[in-house]
């Protein structure tokens, strides 16, 4: 299921950005309960393309409830994070899970409300990590994203990207129909299909130098690299 923050990735006052508060509460375990550990298993591969500096910068969007900033710190111990999710229940969990679980990293890391449109000018950094949020932003929003997101891509900086597959027919297909149906419903989802991030991703000029596939190919792990810029 789509990973949070929110629906449309829009300004950070837009009441629908809090659609992610009303699973909150919930959101692990019902991904657990349907897809296992693969999404975990999808992100963990997905950061084997973390950059090899004792202390990268590292942006994080959407992280949730923060499992993934911990396994970031588990991996790169000093490194610097922006933490931005655009659903308040989401961060105040995240911040809970890293003073619980890393409280002597709290220094290393800036809790931001908001998406990728919450980041500041001049803000670069050494690696991206979008795990399951590009799939929340709706088509005709997707390329104004991802060109925000590349400007704020040092040169040579990996990309790391967990997200599902697009598909047009078979139990894929009406598992991703179940999920944005359900997403919709409960959140405010503006979305309403699946994008093809690799697609839009190469389009822009990155390539795909790693690709790991998990829960019976629905879902994908991979790391692109290419130039800053939009």
């Known amino acids: 299921m789509p990973e949070p923050p929110a629906d449309a990735f829009s300004a950070p006052s837009r009441p629908a950005l809090r659609g992610f508060d009303r699973v909150a509460w919930c959101y692990d375990a019902l991904a657990g309960l349907v897809f296992g550990p693969a999404q975990r298993r999808a992100q963990r591969a997905a950061l084997g393309g973390l950059p090899t500096a004792a202390a990268p910068h590292v942006l994080i969007l959407g992280g949730g409830t923060g499992w993934v900033l911990t396994e970031v710190l588990r991996r790169r111990p000093r490194a610097t994070v922006l933490y931005l999710e655009a659903s308040p229940n989401m961060l105040a969990r995240a911040r809970r899970r890293l003073a619980r679980e890393c409280p002597a990293a709290g220094a290393q890391v800036e809790f931001r409300h908001g998406t990728q449109e919450a980041l500041r000018p001049g803000e670069s950094f050494d690696v991206l990590i979008t795990f399951f949020v590009l799939d ?71 390539r795909l130098t790693q690709e790991q596939r998990f829960f019976g190919q629905a879902i994908e792990a991979g790391v692109y690299i290419g130039q800053s810029g939009a």
């Open 136 to 206: 929340c932003i709706p088509n005709s929003e997707l390329p104004g994203a991802l060109a925000q997101l590349r400007q704020a891509k040092r040169p040579d900086a990996p990309w790391l990207v967990a997200d599902f597959r697009p598909a047009r027919r078979g139990w894929r297909r009406w598992l991703l129909v179940a999920m944005y149906a359900f997403f919709r419903l409960t959140t405010g989802l503006r979305a309403r299909q699946l994008p093809d991030v690799r697609a839009e991703l190469t389009r822009r000029g990155l």
